[in-house]
Nanobody, 118 residues
């Protein structure tokens, strides 16, 4: 059975930092590209960051470039999202996503709430 479990969310003041983790089980982690998405109330889900299977390439939404860093540890089957200089607009539920194109497989975590407020 596949599990993706996010952790590390919470309440943080503007300008602060959080590190999200997504621990996976039930998949061969190194075969999956990993992504972080977020969804704020009343807004569409947004792709925040993505990392390739080997971790040698990353992509970010323009809104988080220079502030967020995605990384992965294939030995621990875990992907991370380091979030610095947080803003109120970063408030959302953050979810991790594991994607394998062949065969097409796609798994989601349950999400973790990040709230940026003073």
């Amino acid at each position: 059975q596949v599990h993706l479990v996010e952790s590390g969310g919470g309440l943080v003041q503007p300008g602060g930092s959080l590190r999200l983790s997504c621990a996976t089980s039930g998949i061969i982690f190194s075969l999956y590209s990993m992504k972080w998405y977020r969804q704020a109330p009343g807004k569409e889900r947004e792709l925040v960051a993505a990392i390739t299977r080997a971790g040698d390439s990353t992509n970010y939404a323009d809104s988080v470039k220079g502030r967020f860093t995605i990384s992965r540890d294939n030995a621990k089957s875990t992907v991370y999202l380091q979030m610095n200089s947080l803003k109120a607009d970063d408030t959302a539920v953050y979810s991790c996503n594991a994607v394998r194109p062949y065969p097409p497989l796609n798994y989601w975590g349950q999400g973790t709430q990040v709230t940026v407020s003073s």
